[in-house]
């Protein structure tokens, strides 16, 4: 009854009437109003939508104060010192690796301003899944790099909070919490039987309530304390959580979440049951000591749980029993159903159940910077860790889901005192692994049918989606605190079951190499495979190996390594392995293995420990062996394409294997592995496994035929070379072996900069760095750094203004070239083969230019480092005899030209024995092993030793070879030896087939025996399974398909050593007989030896043994005193024919190819002159409009679609390839040459008022006001905004061919980038892109001869003459194809631009309006070329710009559409000009409007209109009569503006100065007399003069003397001297003499012929010189002047608008950009857009004229056209330049293209980032500004920018 009465109330009087109950001593009555109240109003049956209850609790908390204030009270006792502000994904934050502890430390942007980071290692980074500002957390950061705020704001200086501020908070809040828990118990339905839907409503009503928690933790640590109080409070969750007894909705509502609670456990409540029957451990899975803990994934209901058996069965792993988990689980917690203590506890379930919606999220992580709260919290999250762990397998939004959880988990495991924390309290490390197997073994099937091995299946959703990356991630960050990670290396049981974890990745992705046909399906499972092991398995290993880096934690490594080993064998067992690889198949992924191996690394490297004390028996080593050599031996395989029918799929596998990310986690430890096992096991037994792995034993014969059973012949070349690099690699890499931490770099770093320059960011990538980014290795650390700056060299990115946009490159130093190029390092980290071969092209490049060798170089030979002495052993391999025979043999089978040998395999062969020679073994007991001598009777060498064997002779070989071999003799066996030699001579071979033949093969004899004596090892200890497994491998293996011919065995006689036959590939090589004379080793020169090719390379090796033994010095003088040359080869053999005539054939190609190259630069440089921007004005051909010789014949036109010349006709008009742009450069012009600044705060602003398109507009409106309209359209021009731009690349074309050529692009359905229904082409000479044809008028290029001719007529005879061409009416041409030709081409001028730029009139459509465009159009032309030649013409001659124009051609275009209209000669403008005319009456004309003034009038126009409207061609005389009477009026103009800027004083003295010259001869010419004239005549009647002058005095100060008259004179009519100029250039073939600026005004003036060119004495011209009056001057200017004091309507300020026009503009400019890009960013990607004040998710900026829009924003549109688009129309005409804020690169609009241009702001490092993705500091590159202007500028966007696609209106 009471809360009824209360609710009528007004909220806050109750609220300060119940604050005032409750602060009394007995406040009984208080407490039950209020929580009356409090049911009624939080009534959980009420819809959550209704905003009622929230009203209520605001004022109960505030205590009937307002809400805002009390919030502004409660931040005044905020003592936190931590910022902890929680973002989102997407938001822009900071991290510094410089101040940061935790690798995941971020800051805001706020804090990040506030703190002091110059010079730090930071980077700005958009969150990918949210986190939280660490400032002020020294658990995570450095304090050094607190911003102000959170350095000085201790608790200890904040007042302590009154009690009663927050005690309605302390009785209000539990309510108000627990009414959101119930709303989220009552709208929760299982998954399966809701949508997704339904779950996201009840959020969407919950969203006020819970932002109203949000906002209460915003208020600062008090309120904190008080939630975190309200949800870790056991009692309150008690009272509150059941409801009371008798309210029945809470009770239904506390049996909705015990229901959901059920199934809670990691095994749900069914499975529990069953599992307790069901009491089974596996052995094969879990291993010996631990019993993994299995189950299906999770089920909710016993239905379902059958339903998932069912499937697993499906999935041949056959019914799996359920295990209990063994007794290594401390926590049983684990697997029972959740219980909740607290509301903390039960929210973060409903979080969870809900999959982390991102408002709850976020108000559990903004309590985190209170400390009770954050530890609570985080055992409440670790108690639910198998909880989120099912919920998000089952979710169907696992990413988002998964980024939620991380941005939970990182926030509590990085730091270190908590993770230390939970794993002592609550078992977290237990929790995390166990929960990890359980999700896998959800996805585990069998590796292959018979073996029983299960590996986690990598094409279910769970490794595909990558769904397990939060657990893992979690695991590897608490991993990375050094506390932690011990507990684990402790734990060996957590040990043993993080193996068995290993174990499942272990063998994945099993390929089987397809046989027969292509497989149907590639399956790209291999991303998911390698992501899997890289995340779960690698990085994990990464983080135990960077604690176990010192001797005290040799006891870990022992630990692992031994488990790692336990597990080995369990797997071998497992797979039914026992000496011989499955073959053709293969798996990448045996981390075991690399554990295995890593562990062994570190060991030996930090922890000096002894190897052997680690490495298991001989037998284990031989089976450990196998897996990662079937690897190397199936990449050489794969690049041989003997897989290509698995598709490309395996291909990107044996990239990826390889690959920098992955490398050091993958082919590292495998190939480190091998070289562990290789300095262990015998070395004969090792050598002969590679080649037998490799398959190329069969090759390796004497003989010149044998059979491979294995390969196909084209395959033998690249395996053979593939099993030799490998040793080579094998042998000589030291990465594992000794190499300190620097070498690596040092190394790594070089070999990348080898294969290519490389930006900074693409090195950083590509050199491997632990996996695991809290290793102590950061990249861009200090080392880093350092490292570059001392191998490589910066290259600055050039510019050329054609070119692509360069980036800033590090290239190698010539010291790094010449001493550290190691290739072997660059095989192996190769991706693509093709970057070996881009090395070896640089490195010889290199040598060639610093003149140390200019052949083709072989790859160089690198010392290496030391080896570390535990790996003393792997030297071995290089004296062992089995290799020495095959090196041997295929140096024999290279100087008798076998097949499939090859230069690679020599250099390979030779790599190795220097190798051999370098590391020699220390204890040479030349009596080793006599038992084997025994059995081996004629066994090759008598030692191990290379340098003994190097000159051992070898006389016979016994071969086995097919019948129809050459070797088999078939006559009677000759006696003598030299005989046999000549037989012999193409064929000698030796066999290796070693099963068939043992006791013959004397070759590998030695081998044979050493595998049985292996074989018997392994027998021994498993006999059974040899008695099954033997026979089959043993006899059946080598046997050959079909019936291949017999074998016969052969003697060859060789009589050589491996000395002898270097020799002869040495003079082989160097094709001279003797090329090494007996004395030449004395006078050797080492030093040359270092770089060259295979002759150095035998040099050296030849160099190096005899240094090292006197013998075999005395051997190789003998061997080049008497060496003899082979026979020579008989001439009916072709392969000997082929040889001989190999070098000349080659030598002649060079010489054609040279030749065919030279002839084709020849041409391809004249094609260039003639079609591109070349700036040569000599190459200038005749058909280029700036052609000054004068041609009486007809121009010839070349079409170049089908390569005829000929003449222009009116049948068969030829073209002009032009492209039509609309252009509002022009109009972008302001009065000052600095250009505008970009507004970076919101002070500054850009104001376009002074543009000269808003000038112009302004002055037409003006005149439109008060003149007649069509008087006043031929009085301006138009075209400054969205003018018609016509360039060229001056190819001319027959336009029927041109129409052809556009129906086979339409009909061709390539998507061009350019749309051909527009008209759009490319020009089919040059590819430049253009879009019309303009038509050339037959006849002569430029008016050539009579109309030339200086004329000696009279002006006044000149003026009539004009007078009547233009009374002359426009005779319309007849119709022919040239005049339809150019009707569709003003169309399409027409069509170019929008309708708003057209039409001015003011009756639209009028001729009038048509007339105005028509003749701007040639003004804009005219006014872009100046423009282009850098707004004046100094420079003279033709320009790029030039090569470009077409006015010629347009001129006549527009001249003939021109000659439609007449002008009306009442109102022609010429007789105002050049008569005085009787002013008429005005009686009549009253209603009518008066014609604009002369004075007011544009004069280039006028010019314009004058020469269009004339009859064409136009006699150069009369061209010169205009523009002289036009100057006249023109500088006219130019002393009324004048006088309008004295001061009344100055005016009245000029008036008076000049008045007395006006009665003196030359009084006409005279500026002063003039002046005196205007001032006096404008004076009269209404002057103009009568503006406030008050003003203008202010404004001029200086004196104005008769020099700054002159000059200023001067400036006000170059604009039209400058356009005349010009047009008489293009007109007549003029040309245009260069000048210096000063002298521009007299050089321009001669050349129109308006200065008499008599030289003036002192050089001084004077403007007013160049007048030529016909009537008198005075009369004339009397008569202008009346004209504009006559006007009524008009105020004296609007005639002085009109009257002062300043013709002069600066040259347009792009806005001034802030050098650093933060400064743009900082202020834009935050700010609100003007029109839909909201803040877009894609910001831009018009680099023109600074507006701010949305790019592709919805809220934007107009009519389906996005903000970018149409701002581009606007301001550009269709061009648009913006800055994407978010991604700093520009993007061009054009018409309905785009395309990306790049980036105008850098790094320290020359690089763009573009989506600012590596976050670094970024700064404007002036150079690449400046191209960008310069392509708007010209409007070369089109050509220079390659890729263009269309927008759609969608930008």
């Given amino acids: 009854m009471m809360a009824a009465s209360l609710l009528r109330r007004d909220k806050k009087a109750t609220a300060a009437h119940l604050k005032a109950d409750l602060n009394r001593i007995d406040n009984s009555s208080g407490v039950r109003q209020l929580q009356e109240l409090l049911d009624a109003v939080l009534n959980p049956e009420k819809p959550a939508a209704d905003s009622e209850a929230l009203d209520w609790c605001k004022c109960l908390i505030a205590g009937g104060d307002g809400f805002e204030e009390f919030c502004i009270t409660v931040r005044s006792y905020d003592n936190a010192t931590l910022c902890g502000l929680v973002w989102t994904a997407n938001f822009v934050a900071y991290r510094c690796r410089t101040c940061g502890i935790s690798p995941c430390m971020s800051l805001c942007a706020e804090c990040f301003n506030n703190g002091d980071h110059t010079g730090h290692d930071f980077n700005m980074f958009r969150s990918q899944a949210g986190g939280a500002c660490d400032c002020g957390d020294s658990n995570v950061m450095r304090e050094s790099g607190f911003c102000r705020r959170h350095r000085l704001r201790t608790g200890e200086n904040v007042p302590s909070i009154p009690r009663d501020l927050l005690l309605m908070s302390e009785m209000v809040l539990p309510r108000f919490i627990l009414c959101i828990i119930q709303y989220l118990r009552d709208g929760y339905v299982e998954p399966d039987t809701s949508t997704e839907r339904d779950l996201q409503k009840v959020l969407q009503q919950l969203e006020p309530q819970i932002s109203f928690l949000e906002e209460l933790t915003k208020m600062g640590g008090a309120m904190r304390t008080v939630l975190t109080k309200i949800l870790t409070n056991q009692q309150t969750f008690k009272e509150l959580s059941m409801g009371q007894e008798e309210n029945l909705y809470a009770k239904k509502n506390y049996d909705k979440y015990l229901s959901a609670l059920k199934n809670s456990g990691l095994v749900s409540v069914e499975e529990k049951a069953q599992g307790a029957a069901a009491d089974v451990t596996v052995g094969a899975e879990g291993g010996a000591g631990a019993m993994v803990l299995l189950g299906t994934s999770a089920p909710g209901s016993p239905d379902e749980s059958s339903k998932e058996e069912d499937q697993d069965a499906g999935q041949s792993v056959g019914q799996r029993k359920r295990v209990k988990l063994s007794s290594s689980t401390k926590d049983p917690c684990i697997i029972e159903s959740l219980k909740h203590k607290c509301f903390l506890e039960e929210l973060l379930f409903w979080t969870i159940k809900y999959e982390f919606p991102q ?109 397990y990356w939060p657990l893992v991630s979690d695991f590897i960050n608490i991993l990375s605190h050094q506390s932690v990670a011990k507990k684990f290396l402790e734990d060996h049981s957590l040990l043993m079951l993080w193996m068995s974890f290993v174990s499942f990745f272990q063998g994945m992705n099993l390929n089987k190499r397809e046989l027969n046909e292509h497989v149907e399906f590639e399956s790209q499972t291999y991303y998911a495979a390698f992501a899997a092991e890289l995340e779960a398995c690698a990085q994990p290993m990464w983080g135990l190996l960077t604690h176990c880096k010192v001797r005290e934690t040799q006891e870990y490594t022992k630990t692992v390594v031994r488990y790692c080993l336990e ?46 004390s680690l490495l298991p028996d001989q037998e ?74 490799f398959k190329v034993v069969d090759l390796l014969t004497m003989a010149s035929q044998h059979q491979n059973a294995v390969l196909d012949s084209e395959q033998e070349r690249p395996m053979l070379e593939g099993a030799l690099t490998f040793l080579v690699i094998l042998t000589s890499l030291r990465i594992h072996l000794g190499m300190t931490d620097d070498e690596i770099l040092r190394a790594e770093m070089v070999s990348q900069l080898c294969m290519n320059d490389r930006t900074h960011s693409a090195l950083l990538d590509l050199i491997p760095e632990n996996p695991n980014p809290k290793s102590g290795i950061v990249p861009g650390s200090c080392s880093f750094e350092e490292m570059l700056s001392a191998v490589a060299d910066f290259k600055a990115p050039v510019f050329e203004p054609g070119g692509s946009m360069q980036q800033g490159m590090y290239t190698p130093k010539a010291e790094v070239w010449e001493k550290e190029f190691d290739p072997i390092m660059v095989v192996l980290r190769t991706v693509y083969r093709r970057d070996v071969q881009s090395a070896m092209d640089r490195y010889s490049a290199f040598l060639k230019q610093s003149g140390i060798h200019t052949g083709n170089p072989w790859p160089p030979y690198k010392e290496r480092t030391r080896l570390h002495p535990c790996y003393k052993g792997l030297i071995k391999l290089l004296h062992c005899k089995t290799l020495h025979i095959v090196i041997f043999t295929l140096l024999y089978k290279i100087w008798m030209d076998h097949q499939n040998m090859s230069e690679h395999v020599l250099c390979m062969v030779l790599y190795l024995i220097e190798l051999g020679l370098d590391n020699q073994v220390q204890d040479n007991k030349e009596d080793e092993e006599p038992c084997i001598e025994e059995h081996c009777h004629d066994s090759w060498f008598p030692g191990t030793n290379l340098l003994s064997n190097l000159h051992h002779v070898i006389n016979f070989v016994r071969v086995r070879v097919p019948e129809t071999a050459p070797e088999v003799k078939r006559e009677a066996p000759p006696s003598t030896s030299t005989e046999a030699s000549s037989y012999g001579q193409n064929s000698r071979r030796l066999s290796v087939n070693w099963r068939e033949n043992l006791r013959e093969a004397q070759v590998f004899s030695l081998v044979a025996e050493r595998r049985r004596k292996f074989q018997e090892i392994i027998n021994r200890s498993n006999t059974e399974a040899t008695q099954v497994v033997r026979p089959k491998s043993s006899s059946t293996r080598w046997v050959p398909p079909g019936t291949p011919p017999q074998l016969v065995t052969e003697i060859l006689e060789i009589r050589e050593s491996m000395l002898s036959l270097l020799i002869k590939l040495h003079q082989k090589m160097s094709s001279k007989q003797n090329s090494l004379s007996a004395s030449w080793l004395e006078d050797m020169d080492t030093s040359r030896h270092a770089h060259g090719d295979g002759i150095t390379a035998i040099e050296r090796i030849l160099t190096k043994a005899a240094t090292r033994s006197c013998q075999i010095k005395r051997s190789i003088q003998d061997i080049c005193g008497k060496v003899c040359p082979p026979v020579p080869p008989k001439k009916n053999s072709p392969t000997d024919k082929k040889t001989m005539d190999k070098e000349e054939r080659r030598q002649r190609a060079r010489e054609r190819q040279q030749k065919l190259l030279a002839e084709f630069a020849s041409r391809q440089k004249s094609f260039m002159e003639t079609a591109m921007d070349v700036e040569s004005p000599d190459t200038e051909a005749a058909m280029d409009l700036g052609a000054s010789e004068v041609m009486e014949s007809e121009v010839l036109y070349d079409c170049v679609i089908c390569g005829q010349s000929g003449p222009s006709t009116e049948d068969r008009p030829t073209g002009l390839v032009v492209l039509l742009q609309a252009s509002s450069v022009l109009g972008h012009r302001c009065k000052s040459k600095e250009a505008k600044k970009l507004p970076t705060s919101d002070d500054e602003h850009i104001y376009a008022a002074d543009t000269c398109g808003v000038a112009n507009d302004v ?68 590819r430049q892109f253009a879009n019309s044809v303009l038509p050339c008028r037959p006849g002569r290029g430029t008016e050539a001869g009579a109309w030339h001719t200086p004329t000696n007529k009279k002006p006044c005879v000149l003026v009539k003459e004009v007078e009547d061409l233009q009374e002359k009416l426009g005779l319309f041409p007849t119709e022919s194809n040239l005049s339809k030709e150019m009707e569709f081409v003003i169309k399409d001028i027409k069509n170019t631009t929008q309708k708003k730029y057209m039409d001015y009139g003011k009756n639209p459509g009028s001729p009038d309006n048509d007339f105005l465009f028509m003749y701007s159009v040639a003004r804009s032309n005219l006014e872009l070329e100046l423009v282009h030649r850098g707004g004046n013409l100094c420079s003279g001659g033709a320009s790029a710009a030039a090569k470009r124009s077409c006015l010629n051609q347009l001129f006549h275009v527009l001249a003939m559409h021109m000659r439609l209209y007449s002008i009306d000669s009442a109102y022609n403008p010429w007789t105002k000009l050049t008569q005085v005319t009787q002013s008429k ?93 205007v001032i006096s005549e404008l004076s009269k009647d209404k002057s103009v003069y009568k503006v406030n002058t008050e003003e203008t005095s202010m404004l001029i100060s200086s004196v104005w003397s008769p020099q700054s008259i002159e000059f200023s004179l001067q400036q006000f009519c170059l604009p039209f001297l400058r356009l005349s100029c010009l047009l008489q250039h293009h007109l007549y073939g003029d040309s245009l003499t260069g000048c210096l600026e000063e002298e521009e005004f007299s050089s321009l003036a001669e050349c129109l012929g308006i200065l008499p060119s008599t030289p003036q004495p002192s050089n001084v011209v004077h403007s007013a010189s160049c007048l030529q009056w016909v009537v008198s001057a005075f009369d004339l200017v009397t008569q202008w002047c009346t004209e504009v004091t006559g006007l009524s309507q008009m105020q004296a300020e609007q005639s002085l608008t009109l009257l002062v026009q300043d013709p002069q503009w600066a040259a347009p400019r792009l806005l001034q950009l802030p050098d650093n890009y933060n400064i743009i960013f900082q202020y834009y990607h935050r700010k609100a857009c003007t029109a839909c004040k909201k803040v877009p998710k894609d910001p831009a900026l018009c680099l023109v004229c600074g507006a ?92 220079i920018n390659k890729r263009w696609g269309p927008h759609y209106n969608g930008l």
């Fill in 359 to 467: 408002k709850m999220v976020t108000f559990l992580l903004n309590m985190l910077p209170d400390q009770d709260y954050k530890i609570t919290f985080t055992k409440t999250f670790v108690q639910h860790y198998a909880f989120i762990m099912k919920t998000l397998m089952k979710s169907h939004e696992s990413d988002t889901m998964s980024n939620r959880i991380v941005h939970i988990s990182v926030q509590l495991f990085s730091n270190e005192e908590l993770a230390r924390h939970v794993t002592e309290e609550c078992h977290l490390l237990d929790i995390m692994v166990t929960v990890l197997l359980y999700m896998m073994e959800s996805c585990l099937i069998k590796n292959e049918e018979n073996s029983r091995h299960v590996v986690v299946n990598c094409s279910e959703a769970l490794l595909k989606n990558n769904t």
């Fill in 567 to 612: 597990t080995l064998q369990i797997w071998f067992d497992a797979i039914g392995f026992i000496d011989e690889p499955a073959p053709n198949q293969v798996t990448f992924h045996l981390p075991l293995h690399r554990y295995y191996a890593m562990f062994l690394s570190k060991a030996v490297k930090c922890q000096g420990l002894d190897l052997d």
């Fill in 620 to 693: 284990m080593l031989m089976k450990i062996m196998v897996h990662p050599l079937q690897i190397q031996a199936c990449l050489s395989e794969i690049h041989s394409n003997m897989w290509v029918r698995n598709g490309l799929q395996i291909k990107g596998q044996a990239m990826t294997y390889v690959q920098s990310h992955f490398c050091n986690s993958m082919i590292d430890p495998d190939i480190y592995l091998l070289q562990v096992c290789a300095s262990r096991l015998d070395p004969d037994y090792f050598i002969s496994s590679v080649f037998e792995r």
């Fill in 1259 to 1326: 002055r037409l409106t003006l005149m439109q006001r008060f003149f007649k309209d069509s008087s006043c359209l031929q009085s301006v021009s138009i075209g400054w905004d969205g003018g018609v731009y016509v360039q060229t690349c001056g190819h001319t074309l027959h336009i029927d061919c041109h129409k052809s050529y556009m129906e086979s692009l339409r009909n061709d359905q390539v998507l061009q980038g350019f749309s051909v229904d527009k008209g759009e082409f490319t020009c089919p000479l040059c």
């Fill in 1481 to 1573: 009456e005005t009686d009549g004309f009253d209603e009518e409007r008066p014609e604009v003034p002369m004075l007011f009038r544009d004069v280039p126009s006028l010019l314009i209109i004058f020469v269009l409207t004339m009859p064409q061609p136009l006699r150069k005389e009369h061209f010169s009569c205009v523009v002289k009477m036009l100057y006249n009026l023109q500088f006219t103009q130019a002393l009324a503006a004048l006088s309008s800027k004295f001061s009344p004083e100055e005016r009245q003295a000029w008036s008076t100065a000049g008045a007395l010259k006006k009665n003196a001869a030359n009084a006409e010419k005279s500026f002063e007399a003039l002046l005196s004239h």
């Fill in 1748 to 1839: 701010f829009v949305c790019l592709k924003g919805v809220c934007c549109k107009q009519q389906g056209t996005c903000e970018c688009v149409l701002h581009s129309q606007h301001c550009g005409a269709a061009t648009g330049i913006f800055l994407l804020i978010n991604a700093s690169v520009i993007i061009i609009i054009r018409g309905h293209r785009f395309c990306l241009w790049g980036s105008v702001y850098l790094d320290a490092h020359g690089e763009e980032d573009r989506d600012l993705r590596r976050g670094k500091p970024l700064f404007l590159c002036d150079e690449r500004y400046r191209v960008l202007e310069q392509q708007w500028v010209s409007h070369t966007f089109d050509h």
